[in-house]
């Protein structure tokens, strides 16, 4: 049991995946990355995997299924392109040669870039729920969250036909849609309880390849509107970032922070690192509105700056023995502006 979804069209195809690996008959209190606690609920979870692989930049491929039986899949694969190019010729001849390739969900994106732009073509096998209720826009999700899933994307995109339709704008309304969940699965464990959660891998396709959207933060907050001086309070902060197809999680809060390392299916190499200085030019930021305590509503922030050479607004930074966390002055004022207008 997972959760995959793969977001096509627009010429800019997503493909967003959980990490939370469930096995039937078992129940485990497991620590979640997203909170840095254990679960108090027993859950089917029993550890966290990264669920898609890219292939020379041009074909990502995503899986849901029997440990064991994607295990397998991933080394045929792997193995299968190790001397070949990845295309639609020896695509086709990869799928009609995974005898078990119907034991487990699959999803096929393989790219192609010419002087018209991005183009995709999707293939899948095993069970998936399709949605093509919006103009332009095919969401496809597999495993228990799927209804759920494509609901929260479907709405993430509410407004894509007032705006251009850029490869940033479809990461932008995908990290609504992930934040919206991590607040699901911050606020109880339900969700594990289905097997998926543990956070979310996002795979983009521009300019011709397939990328992981790297070095990216999620901040959480809480204010008093009540406060005359409505100071933003910093709940936590978690940074994410992808080496050798792993991903490091890095989760800071005020009582220290946590360091996770999630690597694929079949990656055996173990990753040590003890330094958790990072640093990113991306936040997508949840703050909890509050007045005399009493829960108002949560407003959902993005910072995005694809400017390469521009400050990052979101670093760690040491001095002797002394370790924090430094922000942009701009990031606050946008996070300030953002409140002031949702009051008004």
């Keep these: 049991m997972t959760l995959i979804s ?9 493909i967003i995946s959980d990490r939370a690996i469930s096995q039937q008959g078992t129940s485990n209190s497991i620590l979640l990355p997203s909170t840095n606690e254990k679960t108090v609920r027993l859950t089917p979870v029993v550890d966290f995997n990264v669920k898609t692989i890219i ?30 190019l990845a295309g639609l010729e020896t695509l086709n001849e990869l799928i009609s040669t995974l005898e078990y390739a119907t034991e487990c969900s699959v999803v096929y994106m393989l790219g192609e870039h010419d002087d018209e732009g991005d183009q995709v073509l999707v293939l899948r096998t095993g069970n998936w729920l399709l949605d093509q209720s919006r103009p332009d826009l095919t969401v496809l999700s597999c495993g228990s969250g799927a209804t759920d899933w494509n609901t929260q994307l479907l709405s993430s995109f509410s407004y894509l036909d007032d705006c251009e339709v850029t490869s940033k704008f479809c990461r932008q309304r995908i990290l609504q849609a992930c934040i919206a969940f991590l607040m699901k699965e911050r606020l109880t464990a339900e969700h594990l309880l289905d097997g998926w959660g543990g956070g979310f891998d996002l795979v983009y396709y521009d300019n011709g390849k397939f990328q992981r959207l ?15 001086d409505k100071v933003l309070t910093p709940i936590s902060i978690i940074h994410q970032k992808y080496i ?63 400017n390469p050479e521009a400050e990052p607004v979101f670093y760690t930074k040491r001095d002797g023995k002394h370790f924090g966390l430094q922000f942009q002055k701009i990031y606050y004022d946008q996070l300030n502006e953002a409140v002031k207008n949702s009051m008004s």
């Design 214 to 228: 790297n070095d990216l933060a999620y901040a959480f907050y809480a204010i008093d509107i009540s406060n005359p």
């Design 244 to 306: 050798d197809g792993k991903v490091v999680i890095r989760h800071f809060e005020k009582k220290g922070f946590q360091i996770y390392i999630i690597s694929e299916f079949n990656d055996k190499v173990p990753y040590t690192e003890e330094n958790p200085d990072c640093v990113s030019r991306e936040i997508i930021s949840c703050i909890h509105l509050f007045d005399e305590k009493k829960h108002i509503k949560d407003l959902a922030v993005l910072f995005w700056d694809n």
């Design 6 to 14: 793969a977001i096509n069209d627009h010429g800019h195809p997503i």
């Design 55 to 84: 292939i020379q930049e041009i074909l990502c491929i995503g899986f849901s299924g029997a440990v064991s039986v994607i295990e397998n899949l991933i080394s045929d694969i792997q193995d299968f392109f190790l001397h070949r």
